[in-house]
């Protein structure tokens, strides 16, 4: 088994690799890395070219190879899980040229860990050093101080002086190998360091402050209010050949001097300088280095801002010819690969650790504790009973741009943070912000310092608890907030996200019986024999579309009815539907042709709209779901023989007319099949019959018992083949034009569109809930919104019903009890004294759930409801009942549960996901001990579940339909 692979095989859930960009690796030690099946003793043992055994404490790296070293120095962080045993190795070489030579100690079996840092010289260094194993744990002792003994204390290892005092956080790295193996001794080499083929360095830190090119071109001048500036002398080859290019030279006719020395004080050169005749050509300008007493060259570029240092644009100074542009950089001049070549190769390495958008990490671990940023930004001050804490140094890339955003920055208008020299440096330079939507932006442009520091709100006085939420990220615009995760570079190799799926902190559960609990759903959605009516019950919270994120206006017209946003119906839909399906509602682009009338549209969500307003009237202008649910619809009210057409592409088995029926609906509508008879087939309730001449009806019967006075996603269905049926009629070769026409009398033509499918049948799901409901209000639609489904030829139906949240659970010292829900619910769900309950009608015979089958699904809570506290005491209140004695909401929202476990759950063909739990899990997971941050109103992208008071948005869905959908996860769907 190779190392890449075993590395995949951790143990922990994450493997840590983490590389320097400036450092390189040949083919022999990239295959070391990728391919070699061995322990670290082999692995070394091949880059030195020596034999090792397992049982020596000492491994001489003397005679590694120079781009070995550099491979191995490059290495930050390396964590192997071979054999079931662990090693760590870090690196504790900044840069190899400093002439320090590190020895790596092994952990031995008494668990004490022995090092040593040496100078070029063996000294011990008088400096402080700092002491890293993995990410989060810091210590530090005076070199001075002796013994120089480490030990292993728990999952902590400690460094101590003679009394055993223990110090922390600051100084420099040391590293060691953990694992009874081997020490290690590396010694560094001098290596030459040369650049790519752009010899121009255009950093901030190499531009001459304040000065500019004089016009005479003899020396420098001030800048004044120009936005330029002249960048330090660069050493040339003498009677070399150079070419200059890029956007980012000043002057129409560009500034450039020959000097006879790089050094310039306060606009003075040292020696004389002379114009640097440049001739142009194509892309840019040229010129020889000629003049051997004056080898240095500087010219004036543009800058992003006056007095700025910053270049605006992009500089290439080469040799040879102009060339396409490529950023400057060191290389070692041993080695064979551009930098281009390493970073393009390191990015191919599939354990590369990288984080999310959000570059800001803030567990507790990552507060500078007991401290904060003075008022003046320039360094920490003690926090001095403040809710208040500093950020210990982030270190950022030099010449990026970020923007800080979120409720947890401190100070409003006026964050504090500074930029630092190193991650351990307690004073810096003030970060420079410039407030934009919802942040603000920053540039990194001091190359030394490029360690970030910034003021957080806690919960907590003097704690290191952050309040809200804060996110760092690349780029001048703030975006949707995301949270801090780390991620695999390439995430396809692993099979699956690694990003917490859809975002979720909680696991959901894997359902392995769903087969057992949903026989009759399971079997006709594997084997596709049957249609499946998937119909949703519920109320706003199932039924609202505008809490949560709308599809494109594109994309809004190719799905289902209800389904034009990433609600709760959108997301059983995209688990549920097979293949082969598609939408058209009526204003998808050439689909229809409306003829010999004006058709209008019904909006729901505006009502009075087109003479259509809500209520429960027999007089046909109302319709009693209109102002619940936005069930838009298509209409033509009067006399004119109104007609819609549509073609159905060659190859469809099935489609389906999706149209409303009201009490004025037209009793006699049309159809006719431009191919004529012998073409298309259309069900008539009973049977199917040639579709050609056939005439249908969209009147309601009225408001009946469990009936209203409207029905939304009546289907009238076709079909253009019957052999998997065992028939012979098979029409499927050619187009099909259908046209629907009303007659001549006062009447009305509503329609939405249609549903085709290249196979024989259909998923279809039905949102049925609305707006507003309870179970009193719900019972007079029991027909219209769900019993009818159960009644449709060759089909079978599920049933998906959320509990109604508008049964009072969410009120705090509400009077009811928990016995009172569950009496309402039990009679409306379950009871066999009721013939309209779900149980009841499911039956055959005396066996429920054998006409249909149900999940069942209780909904969220919220600090709307007055039951959760967001001051303290925090959380769940307690309130007494006469029945229950003490109570929280909780108690009211799970008592469906035990309900159901107790007396239903060895029932097959029916089950209840526990979502209220879920989504409670899903608030300790994410937000702790404040979890009932996730219970308030953050918008629709909002960190919290809820867009509003109530209503789940993008994230509260996420959770709930994962929960939901985890019962189809293993249906072989």
């Known amino acids: 088994m190779s190392l890449k692979k075993l590395l995949f095989e951790q143990k922990e859930g994450i493997v840590e690799k983490k590389v320097r960009k400036n450092q390189v690796w040949d083919d022999d030690l990239n295959d070391i890395l990728n391919n070699y099946n061995t322990s670290l003793v082999e692995i070394l043992s091949k880059l030195t070219g020596q034999t090792f055994t397992e049982d020596e404490k000492e491994i001489d790296l003397s005679t590694l190879p120079t781009t070995a070293k550099n491979f191995l120095g490059s290495i930050i962080e390396l964590k192997l899980y071979l054999d079931d045993k662990i090693y760590i190795l870090t690196s504790a070489i900044e840069n190899l040229n400093t002439g320090e030579t590190a020895k790596y100690f092994d952990t031995r079996a008494d668990a004490t860990a022995y090092w040593t840092l040496l100078d070029g010289a063996g000294n011990t260094p008088a400096e402080t050093f700092k002491f890293q194993i993995g990410d989060t744990e810091y210590h530090r002792f005076d070199a001075s101080v002796t013994p120089e003994r480490t030990t292993k204390v728990g999952d902590v290892i400690q460094l101590t002086d003679d009394a055993n005092d223990v110090d922390q956080d600051k100084g420099a790295k040391v590293s060691i190998v953990k694992e009874n193996r081997s020490r290690i001794e590396l010694i560094n080499d001098a290596t030459t360091i040369t650049t790519g083929k752009n010899l121009l360095d255009s950093r901030p830190s190499n531009m001459i402050d304040g000065y500019r090119i004089k016009v005479a071109l003899t020396g420098y001048d001030p800048i004044g209010a120009a936005t330029l500036i002249a960048t330090k002398p660069i050493r040339l080859e003498y009677g070399e050949t150079y070419f200059i290019s890029g956007d980012g030279l000043a002057h129409e006719t560009p500034r450039a001097l020959f000097l006879e020395s790089p050094v310039v004080t306060n606009g003075i050169v040292s020696g004389s300088a002379v114009s640097a005749n440049m001739t142009e050509i194509t892309g840019g300008y040229t010129f020889t280095a000629n003049d051997a007493d004056r080898l240095w060259y500087s010219v004036d570029v543009n800058t992003v801002s006056n007095g700025s240092n910053i270049i605006d644009g992009v500089i290439q100074l080469e040799k040879t010819a102009i060339t396409g542009y490529e950023a400057y950089y060191n290389v070692l001049s041993t080695d064979t690969k551009s930098n281009k070549e390493i970073v393009s190769e390191l990015d191919s390495v599939s354990e590369k650790i990288v984080t999310g958008k959000n570059l800001f990490d803030s567990r507790e671990t990552n507060m500078k504790t007991g401290f904060r940023v003075n008022a003046a930004s320039t360094q920490f001050d003690p926090n001095s009973g403040t809710n208040l804490v500093a950020v210990k140094p982030i270190k950022l890339e030099y010449g990026k741009t970020y923007t800080i955003s979120g409720n947890g920055l401190a100070w409003g208008a006026s964050p504090r943070s500074f930029m630092a020299s190193s991650e351990s440096a307690t004073t810096g330079t003030t970060t420079v912000f410039t407030p934009v939507t919802n942040g603000f932006r920053f540039q990194v442009t001091d190359e030394d310092e490029v360690f970030f520091t910034i003021d957080l709100n806690t919960t907590t006085t003097g704690g290191n608890d952050v309040s809200g939420v804060v996110m760092l990220e690349d780029g001048s615009e703030v975006t949707e907030y995301e949270d801090y995760y780390l991620k695999f570079s390439t995430d396809e190799e692993l099979g699956v996200d690694a990003v917490a799926v859809n975002k979720i902190h909680n696991i959901v559960p894997v359902i392995q019986d769903t087969h057992k609990k949903f026989p009759l759903f399971f079997n006709h959605n594997l084997k596709r024999d049957k249609n499946i009516n998937v119909v949703l019950l519920g109320d706003s919270i199932t039924a609202r579309d505008y809490h949560t994120t709308y599809f494109s206006e594109e994309e809004q017209t190719k ?415």
């Not at 009225?702 to 006075?709: D, E, F, K, S």
């Not at 619910?825 to 249909?852: C, G, H, L």
């Not at 967001?870 to 009211?892: C, M, R, S, V």
């Open 559 to 973: 799905r289902p009815p209800l389904m034009v946003s990433k609600n709760i119906g959108s997301a059983i839909f995209d688990k549920l539907t097979w293949q082969n399906v598609e939408y058209s509602r009526w204003d998808r682009s050439s689909e229809f042709t409306e003829s010999a009338a004006t058709f209008v549209t019904v909006e729901s969500n505006n009502l009075p709209s087109q003479g259509i307003s809500q209520g429960n009237g027999s007089g046909g202008d109302e319709w009693y779901d209109i102002g619940d649910r936005p069930s838009d619809t298509r209409i033509y009210t009067g006399t004119a023989l109104a007609s819609v057409e549509f073609t159905i592409p060659e190859d469809f088995y099935t489609f389906n007319w999706i149209y409303r029926t009201d009490l004025k609906g037209c009793e006699n509508v049309t159809v006719t099949v431009d191919e004529g008879n012998g073409k298309v087939e259309v069900f008539n309730g009973s049977t199917w019959v040639e579709a050609n001449g056939y005439v249908m009806s969209m009147r309601h019967p009225g408001a009946v018992a469990n009936r209203i006075n409207t029905k939304f996603q009546e289907r009238l269905r076709f079909r253009t083949c019957d052999v998997y049926d065992g028939g012979s009629f098979d029409e499927r070769t050619g187009s099909k034009t259908i046209t629907l026409t009303k007659n001549s009398s006062d009447s009305r033509f509503l329609y939405w569109g249609i549903e085709k499918s290249k196979e024989p049948y259909i998923v279809t799901v039905i949102n049925s809930a609305r707006g507003g409901e309870n179970i009193a209000s719900m019972l007079p639609a029991m027909n219209d919104d769900f019993y009818d489904w159960t009644e449709t030829p060759n089909s079978f139906t599920f049933l998906i019903h959320e509990i109604y949240f508008n049964q009072g659970q969410n009120v705090y010292n509400d009077s009811k009890s928990i016995n009172d829900f569950l009496n309402e619910w039990d009679d409306y769900f379950y009871s066999e004294s009721n013939s309209y309950s779900f149980r009841e009608k499911s039956k055959v015979s005396t066996i429920p759930w054998q006409k249909y089958e149900a999940l069942q699904w209780n909904p969220n809570f919220t600090v709307g409801g007055g039951g959760i506290s967001t001051t303290e005491p925090y959380g769940f209140k307690t309130w007494d009942n006469a029945t229950d004695h003490q109570k929280t909401i909780l108690d009211n929202f799970m008592c469906y549960l035990y309900q159901y476990t107790d007396t239903y759950s060895d029932e097959v063909g029916v089950a209840m996901v526990n979502t209220t739990k879920a989504l409670l899990n899903e608030a300790k997971a994410k937000f702790g001990d404040e979890w009932y941050k996730a219970f308030q109103s953050t918008g629709v992208k909002g960190e919290s579940f809820l867009n509003d008071i109530t209503h789940p948005n993008d994230y509260g869905v996420k959770v709930i339909s994962s929960f939901i959908n985890a019962w189809f996860e293993n249906s072989f769907i």
